[in-house]
């Protein structure tokens, strides 16, 4: 009987080279043809997930500022708004933010505020990650041409600790004690001031108002650029604001404000700013 079988299957014709050739190359093509939309699905999915984190730490914030009646606005020594240090861990690179510029970059885990108010104190060790503050697709931190550092292509995360900065634009802009010079508006009162009047006058602009956004938007915006986004669509970056919602949006980002968003106040009361005289 087995070698009954055997002769029957001897007698079968085989595959030859080149039908085996036909075949793989179809299972290529189809390959090469697949691969773009399991590369955009996978992507997609990437996005969601971020958007998710950001809207997450967007509400921390503004529970934030319900209990405290202000924003976690951080400063460096001279009194300007550094906009990762709201948030995150030290980052594995934190020794060159020790290093740099006397230190004034640099603030560990513990004391970044809206850590603290997140996460438990034994969680914000020098070298424990918080993954909340981490963008699936974030590769590159773009704190490498605004400082002049070399640090290769290390994420934001791994950076200074964060994929998403604080939105500081509109700080800059527009706590600006009028007719002073630039060089002269940097004081610690003045954080004090932005602080208290960010969530006091923003409220009225809270669906369009950034309050987060990703780091290649926050490099674009500073330097009045479009760029490609985490989420590799040109010019689309993932948004927090205000009233709690997210979103990923294509923004013109040679701007400070756009249909749908805004990282600026619409009329900025600097009568109301001014220091105590």
């Known amino acids: 009987m087995m070698a009954e079988r055997s002769g029957q299957d001897a007698g079968r014709p085989a595959f030859t080279l080149v039908e085996l050739l036909v ?5 290529a093509l189809l390959l090469s043809l697949l691969m773009p939309s399991l590369r955009q699905f996978r992507e997609h999915a990437r996005t969601v997930a971020c958007q998710s984190q950001i809207a997450g730490i967007g509400k921390c914030l503004i529970s934030y500022a319900l209990d405290l009646d202000s924003f976690p606005i951080t400063s460096d020594e001279t009194g300007m708004p550094v906009s990762w240090r709201y948030g ?10 020790k290093g740099f510029d006397g230190g004034s970059y ?4 513990a004391e970044r505020p809206v850590s603290a108010y997140m996460y438990r104190p034994s969680q914000l060790g020098e070298t424990e990650r918080l993954p909340m503050f981490r963008c699936p697709s974030d590769a590159h ?6 400082m002049g550092l070399d640090i290769g292509d290390m994420s934001a995360y791994e950076d200074i600790g964060t994929s998403y900065h604080l939105n500081w634009h ?3 802009l527009q706590t600006r004690v009028p007719g002073i010079a630039q060089d002269d508006n940097r004081d610690i009162d003045r954080v004090r001031r932005g602080q208290r009047v960010w969530w006091k006058y923003m409220q009225r602009n809270a669906a369009r108002f950034v ?14 650029v479009r760029i490609e986004g985490n989420h590799r669509k ?11 919602h997210a979103e990923y949006l294509y923004a013109d ?24 005289r």
Request: hydrophobic fraction near 40%; charge should be negative; charged fraction near 20%.
């Open 234 to 244: 040109f010019s689309k970056h993932n948004f927090a604001f205000l009233d709690g």
């Open 23 to 27: 075949v793989v190359s179809i299972i």
């Open 141 to 146: 931190s773009r704190r490498v041409a605004p």
């Open 253 to 276: 980002t040679r701007y400070l404000r756009g249909a749908d968003w805004t990282v600026v106040d619409e009329a900025p009361p600097y009568e109301e700013w001014l220091p105590d």
């Open 170 to 172: 509109w700080f800059e």
């Open 211 to 224: 309050t987060l956004l990703e780091d290649p938007a926050d490099y674009a915006l500073a330097k009045h």
């Open 88 to 97: 995150g861990w030290s980052g594995s690179n934190g020794g060159l933010w």
């Open 106 to 109: 640099y603030i560990p885990s």
